[in-house]
């Protein structure tokens, strides 16, 4: 078969699993929009019960919520990428487009949602400042590098996921034969 041949057959929903799909689609629901939602929760909670000092605390939960917003609307992509890579078994060639493009993003993600990794908050005549840009260079250098797990994934995972693709197709070719001989 030629490169042109496996990508084509890669790329058939025969070849696809939509139970990885599905379960792949509510991990990404679960890590980027509600752990986000349920920091938020949690952080109110404390803010309420912990800094009632300031008059005026609605400024901060006000801008703690936002932040909380642009990470959950963000993510969506994400989770729409999450959807067709866990359809996409590993050793799939479409896998490896479908999983530079969710590092790439994921990088993009990490700093628009960070602001730049640098936080402010004020509220009853006391202003927060957090400045976490190392950290978050960091961390898209690390997303980044999920480029070359990629290709890892790929090439130690080939040779399975032809085993597999043969193996439902000898299966499926022995059904179809017992529905013709019965």
Do not use: Q
């Not at 729409?80 to 050793?91: D, M, W």
């Not at 994921?106 to 927060?128: D, N, P, Q, R």
């Not at 997303?143 to 994934?153: G, N, R």
């Not at 597999?164 to 070719?173: E, V």
């Amino acid at each position: 078969m030629t490169l042109k041949e496996d990508i084509i057959s890669d790329l058939s929903p025969k070849n696809g699993s939509l139970s990885g799909a599905l379960i792949s689609f509510f991990i990404a629901i679960g890590v980027f929009v509600i752990f986000p939602y349920i920091i938020f929760i949690l952080t109110a909670g404390y803010i309420d019960d912990n800094i009632a000092v300031l008059e005026d605390i609605g400024p901060i939960k006000g801008a703690v919520w936002a932040w909380v917003e642009d990470i959950i609307k963000y993510s969506f992509p994400l989770v729409i990428l999450s959807l067709f890579i866990g359809f996409y078994r590993a050793g799939s060639y479409v896998r490896i487009p479908l999983k530079i493009l969710f590092a790439l993003y994921i990088g993009a993600w990490l700093w628009i949602s960070s602001h730049g990794g640098v936080f402010g908050f004020s509220a009853g005549g006391m202003t927060l400042g957090l400045d976490i840009t190392h950290v978050v260079y960091v961390m898209v250098m690390i997303s980044f590098a999920m480029i070359f797990v990629a290709f890892a994934e790929f090439s130690g995972n080939r040779k399975k996921y032809l085993e597999a693709i043969d193996k439902k197709k000898d299966t499926m070719s022995r059904r179809r034969a017992r529905r013709l001989s019965g």
